[in-house]
């Protein structure tokens, strides 16, 4: 009888010990978790995967420091497949079954839009990653977006291509606009419409094309050519970039200003295959190795980044989203250590009415959530001369040439001369 | 914008862009039209290609052809394995219909997993002579990067189309096609037939991988973009129909060129999917069908 009821006492202290263990609270008051779906695979994914290393560097950088409010940061994450469809569906298992302390959004407007419905109804603070004017339907005033589009974000983001263009003599005349069919592209797009009609430029092309599903671009660039515009302004995705670049060179495309908003063409292995293909385009771009872009902090970074990202398959150099990734979070991180609180509203509110000091420079939001000035960079690809990586990792090879603060060398005019 | 030299440059990009179709349909043409093996899985086997040539292409500077070629002996015998498998698990045991496709769905999924893990999700891309350089006929303008696939796309439909008429074991393939069971009484082993056809389909899938990562750049999961084409192809031209096949990819390449040029691309698949059904309704064996 006694070694039953021995043993029932000692099942009974297991259990106890056992549920103890894994109590929430207990780990709570180890872990700030911060969740996020991120796109892991899918056309997004090489960046999403460069994206999770820059939050995971930053998440390592913190916690040897002792985490945020003595506690150690977690990341909960998922991949969302690039599929927009995917992502309510993860944010409602990271604050319902992870319960996580804050939510990050995963990269890409077409992964932010789903997810700000959640955020909203949960009054979460939401960090976004790269969305286009996101917000510009939901008006959630706990959104803060990292990249510097600006605070009307869709014209902002092609107003330097186009301030570029109005000021070359003689005037450019036309413009023919191109777009994948997709929200950042699109939006890209009808932002460079709207600057197109502001400094008078003539529409004389302008269409979109399948994403994802359009093989090759001969066809759509004759057309081009055919309209024979001064201007071309692009939205498109990275094989959409790469096919575009390509296709232009091989039927003698030649615009005087060729570029605007074509993703992946800061991406080292699209950067290396196209090697001289790519001198003389103008692209919107956000850090390039020029001197004029030395935030404190970034290359620590990107230190740390270029020695982890080989081992890992992911973008070598890491000059687009990863500096971006670590910002978001490390402004989101100094927010908690300035509040002394993971209350979501104080940590908004600590956000929205303070300069943040980050790996990408000095960040103001404005009232939309967007940065409250633009600092989208206009870079032209010039001098490149072979395939190797390093021609992509020194200074003078991706030139701001707009805004002017930040201008690090000339900018060829047209395009032909410095193809 | 309409003038005989804009009208000529369309047809010959739609004509160019169709014989990689066709390069890539035609595997399945064998595996799906002749032997009624429903590989959803081909255009995975078509990124596997493709990857295998960025890797000998990269490290080793090969050829992108030439590695496509190469890699389609191993290719052939992986086919002939995975048609085993497929042939036990399923064909045999008359599972084909649903489970077999989902084991197809299943190696799609695979194929991926394994690309992923092993190259990453970062997007490949070869280097050869002839990608970035095009040639002028008059006013018409060819890019060897479409030219150089639709060269090979059109060769291998030929050598498909010579191999089943004018050899024993093409006719042999044919014969399966047609009455298994007549094949059979004339003592010939139909699963040996069938499995030889479709480690054909899969070799030819990777050379179609080959000309694929010539075109353009590619990741793990871009063989789903492909999914609709190949099938579309297929059935267009005709179920086991290497002629058709060829057609097939020139009609949907011609089409997705014209309505790019003169209506906008957005409207290219659309045109391209409702050929198909137009001729489904008119023809519904296809154009060179059975």
């Not at chain 1, 995971?56 to 409010?69: M, S």
């Not at chain 1, 970034?298 to 973008?315: N, S």
């Not at chain 2, 914008?1 to 440059?9: D, G, H």
Request: aromatic share 14%; proline share 5%.
């Amino acid at each position: 009888m006694g070694r039953i009821i021995r043993h029932v006492i000692l099942g009974f202290a297991l259990l106890l010990a056992v549920s103890i263990a894994f109590t929430p609270a207990a780990h709570a008051a180890k872990e700030v978790k911060i969740g996020f779906s991120m796109a892991l695979t899918g056309p997004l994914g090489p960046a999403g995967k460069a994206a999770l290393l820059a939050m995971q560097i930053w998440r390592d950088d913190v916690n040897a420091k002792g985490g945020l409010l003595g506690r150690k940061v977690k990341l909960v994450y998922y991949d969302d497949q690039t599929k927009p469809a995917n992502v309510p569906g993860i944010y409602a298992k990271l604050l319902d079954v992870d319960k996580v302390d804050f939510i990050v959004s995963g990269y890409g407007t077409n992964l932010i839009v789903p997810a700000l419905p959640i955020a909203m109804e949960r009054g979460m603070v939401f960090m976004g990653l790269f969305g286009l004017d996101a917000n510009a339907k939901f008006k959630y005033n706990n959104y803060f977006q990292i990249m510097p589009a600006g605070p009307d974000p869709i014209v902002d983001w092609s107003r330097g291509f186009f301030e570029l263009a109005a000021k070359q003599k003689p005037r450019p005349k036309t413009i023919a606009l191109l777009s994948a069919d997709a929200e950042f592209a699109r939006n890209a797009v009808a932002g460079a419409r709207r600057n197109a009609k502001k400094f008078g430029f003539k529409i004389v092309y302008d269409k979109r094309y399948p994403f994802p599903g359009t093989t090759d671009f001969t066809p759509i660039l004759r057309a081009v050519k055919a309209a024979n515009p001064d201007l071309f302004y692009v939205g498109s995705y990275p094989g959409g970039s790469v096919g575009i670049v390509k296709a232009a060179h091989e039927i003698k495309l030649e615009p005087k200003l060729f570029g605007g908003g074509m993703v992946g063409l800061q991406y080292t292995a699209i950067q290396m295959n196209l090697g001289k293909l790519l001198n003389g385009i103008t692209d919107y771009w956000f850090w390039a190795p020029e001197k004029t872009l030395k935030f404190p902090g970034i290359e620590a970074f990107l230190a740390k980044y270029q020695k982890e990202a080989p081992k890992q398959k992911l973008d070598p150099l890491g000059y687009y989203l990863p500096p971006f990734a670590y910002a978001y979070v490390q402004l989101l991180g100094n927010a908690i250590e300035a509040t002394k609180s993971f209350d979501q509203a104080k940590v908004g509110a600590y956000i929205r009415n303070n300069t943040h000091s980050t790996v990408v420079g000095d960040v103001k939001f404005g009232k939309n959530g967007e940065w409250a000035t633009s600092r989208t960079f206009q870079v032209q690809l010039q001098n490149i001369e072979s395939n190797k990586m390093s021609e992509f990792s020194k200074a003078g090879k991706m030139v701001v040439v707009y805004p002017e603060e930040f201008k690090s060398g000339n900018f060829i005019y047209p395009y032909a001369k410095g193809k | 914008m309409l003038s005989i030299e804009f009208l000529l440059n369309a047809l010959i990009a739609g004509l160019l862009l169709g014989g990689f179709y066709a390069a890539m349909s035609a595997g399945l043409s064998l595996s799906f039209g002749l032997l009624d093996v429903v590989n959803i899985a081909h255009p995975a086997f078509i990124i596997f290609g493709s990857y295998l040539t960025f890797y000998v292409n990269e490290h080793f500077g090969f050829d992108p052809i030439l590695a496509g070629l190469v890699f389609a002996v191993p290719s052939y015998f992986l086919g002939v394995a995975v048609y085993r498998i497929y042939y036990n698990c399923f064909e045999k045991t008359g599972a084909e219909s649903l489970r077999g496709l989902v084991f197809f769905f299943g190696l799609f999924f695979l194929i991926e997993v394994i690309l992923i893990i092993t190259y990453g999700v970062d997007y490949r891309l070869v280097r050869a002579f002839y990608i970035g350089k095009s040639t002028s006929i008059g006013s018409v303008g060819i890019a060897y990067r479409l030219f150089v696939p639709f060269l090979v796309g059109g060769m291998l439909a030929a050598v498909l189309y010579l191999f089943l008429t004018k050899t024993f074991f093409g006719r042999a393939i044919m014969g399966v096609a047609q009455d298994s069971l007549a094949v059979q009484l004339m003592g010939v082993d139909p699963i040996r037939i069938k499995t030889v056809a479709f480690g054909i389909g899969i070799a030819t899938a990777v050379i179609a991988g080959s000309l694929l990562i010539i075109i353009g750049p590619v990741e793990p999961t871009i063989g789903r973009e492909y999914i609709g084409r190949v099938f579309a192809v297929t059935v267009l031209g005709g179920l086991g129909s290497m002629t058709g096949t060829l057609v097939g990819g020139l009609i949907l390449g011609v089409a997705e060129s014209f309505t790019s040029s003169f209506f906008g691309p957005s409207w290219a698949l659309a045109v391209s999917f409702g050929i198909l059904l137009i001729c489904l309704a008119v023809r519904p064996s296809g154009l060179f069908g059975r």
